[in-house]
């Protein structure tokens, strides 16, 4: 199966900005949609965005306008662009184009 390793996260205040980045261990070209998603303490884990092989993009209505998916396929890498964070972001923060298997994630911290 494919693997993702994901990284950029950190600690940011209220209304800063984080990039995630997420690397494949195959060429991007080959997978269709991949999903960011995230886990916060105590909850379940949730879709956040997703981006199509031709870059079309869906947002949960949670991050839209301030959330941005991108790939760039030849660097094999999907990209989380996160603008105006607020405190109910934190969460580990995780990508993948199939739901069975998980990377380690990548933990975003949004103090208030």
């Known amino acids: 199966q494919v693997q993702f390793v994901e990284s950029g996260g950190g600690l940011v205040q209220a209304g800063g900005s984080l990039r995630l980045s997420c690397v494949a261990s195959?060429?991007?070209?080959?997978?269709?949609?991949i999903g960011w998603y995230r886990q916060a303490p105590g909850k379940q884990r949730e879709l956040v965005a997703t981006i199509s092989r031709s870059g079309g993009s869906f947002y949960v209505d949670s991050v839209k306008g301030r959330f941005t998916v991108s790939r760039d396929n030849a660097k094999k890498t999907v990209y989380l662009q996160m603008d105006s964070l607020k405190p109910e972001d934190t969460a580990v923060y995780y990508c993948s184009s199939d739901t069975r298997y998980w990377g380690q994630g990548t933990q975003v911290t949004v103090s208030s």
């Open positions: 195959v060429s991007t070209f080959s997978i269709g949609v």
